[in-house]
């Protein structure tokens, strides 16, 4: 008897052994449907349903933890920053940094190179300009070496190629107008008088704004806002009544570039509404477009009006190969300077970017005196001084008080 219940004891624990290791077998060899459902039991079903298997199959676990902690850490890192940018504390990565400190850094580092590019472009520019009096078509090869920039970095595959259509074609024109007139304005404006000066005028830019806007946009800023223009109209008065280089071209071509740069602004508003959720279309992308554009705009201008010149410098002693690569490094700057100039207003505010451009025109101005020795009159230095301030003013005050079409 004992041996007997001793065998019957033993079936029984064979059999449910068996059939407890061909569920296993069974449940391993249809892995794709037990992740499935695994992902439903372990979402809405309590967990002592579960099948061993599941808890013993690392496949399961490490595919579903990989796509659930891929999609956590993606809403954690914008619930970090949304909630750092509208005042509260904000939470750490995985890793231990702060997602607001990165991006802070990451948009420091942007601002930091528009500063340097922008600065060595200038300076290299003017030197050219002194070498090489045909601002017409320096502007144009300027344009050229970037739009052959950037169509490198697309065949090489270092950058993401824009979806290119007639529509987006047709929408880039304006803004590519606007930029090439006030690109070859501002070259030709450098050409005549001290950089200082035209930045100086350049720092008016937002007159113009305020006017483009109220007449296409319909947009009226409020009252004090206008008021810190009088100090932006003001500085730049005196300081062309008292600039030793100034010419009425210079001054001119100055004026025209901010009109020019106004119509670009405004104009990409509204035309570009419809691509604002295309991917391919980044910052770099939608600059080098406006580039390519530019450049076949510029071309038959420049060959009308300057034609050929020869590649000879005005200045004695500056050889063939020297001018020429004066030429290509103040192009490959003028690139360079712009297309991090989309990046830092890609990740900042306008207003931000506007503050940013004050500060960046500060640096320029200086250190276009200090480097090329430009003689600067008192009252010449007052009026720069004013209009700068009316410039940071005007950012502040377009910020911090709603414009009519806000408050509708």
């Known amino acids: 008897m004992p041996q007997a219940a001793f065998v019957s004891l033993s079936c029984s624990l064979f059999s449910k052994q068996h059939r407890w290791t061909a569920l296993s077998r069974n449940k391993t060899q249809n892995v794709t449907s037990s992740h499935i459902e695994g992902s439903k039991k372990l979402l809405g079903t309590p967990r002592f349903t579960l099948s061993r298997s599941k ?56 601002f930091f190179l528009w500063y340097f590019f922008n600065f060595i472009f200038n300076i290299a520019n003017k030197r ?16 050229g070496v970037g739009a052959l920039y950037c169509t490198v970095l697309w065949i090489l595959g270092l950058r993401t190629k824009p979806n290119v259509s007639k529509k987006l074609i047709k929408a880039l024109i304006w803004p590519s107008l606007g930029h090439t007139l006030g690109h070859a304005a501002t070259c030709m404006s450098f050409s005549l008088v001290a950089i200082s000066f035209t930045h100086v005028v350049k720092s008016a830019e937002p007159v113009f704004g305020a006017i483009g806007s109220a007449l296409v946009l319909g947009e009226f800023f409020h009252p004090l806002t206008y008021l810190t223009l009088v ?18 071209t210079g001054f001119i071509t100055a004026m025209i570039s901010n009109v020019a740069f106004v119509t670009r602004n405004i104009t990409s508003k509204f035309t570009m509404v419809d691509f604002k ?16 554009i530019s450049f076949f705009m510029e071309l038959p201008f420049a060959l009308l009006m300057e034609g050929f ?32 100039s989309y990046l830092c207003l890609d990740n900042v505010s306008p207003v931000s970017f506007s503050i940013g451009n004050t500060i960046k025109r500060v640096i320029i101005i200086f250190g276009s005196i200090l480097v090329f020795r430009t003689p600067v009159t008192r009252l010449n230095f007052i009026g720069s001084t004013i209009a700068i301030i009316g410039t940071m003013l005007y950012s502040l005050a377009k910020a911090k008080l709603p414009s009519k079409r806000e408050k509708q």
């Open 128 to 143: 050219t300009l002194n070498m090489w009096k045909y601002p017409w078509v320096l502007s144009t090869i300027q344009l």
């Open 277 to 292: 959720n295309e991917k391919t279309l980044i910052a770099q992308n939608t600059y080098a477009l406006i580039t390519i």
């Open 55 to 110: 808890f013993l199959n690392p496949l399961h676990l490490s595919t579903n933890y990989y796509k659930a902690s891929s999609a956590s850490n993606k809403a954690g890192i914008r619930a970090a920053v949304d909630k750092s940018e509208s005042g509260g504390s904000p939470q750490k990565s995985s890793v231990g940094v702060s997602p607001t400190l990165v991006h802070t850094l990451k948009v420091g580092f942007y």
């Open 231 to 248: 100090p932006i109209v003001s500085g730049v008065a005196l300081s062309a009544a008292t600039e030793l280089t100034f010419t009425w």
């Open 309 to 340: 010149p020869p590649l000879v410098s005005a200045i004695s002693g500056v050889s063939k190969a020297k001018l020429f690569g004066s030429i290509m490094f103040c192009s490959l700057f003028y690139h360079l300077y712009n297309e991090v």
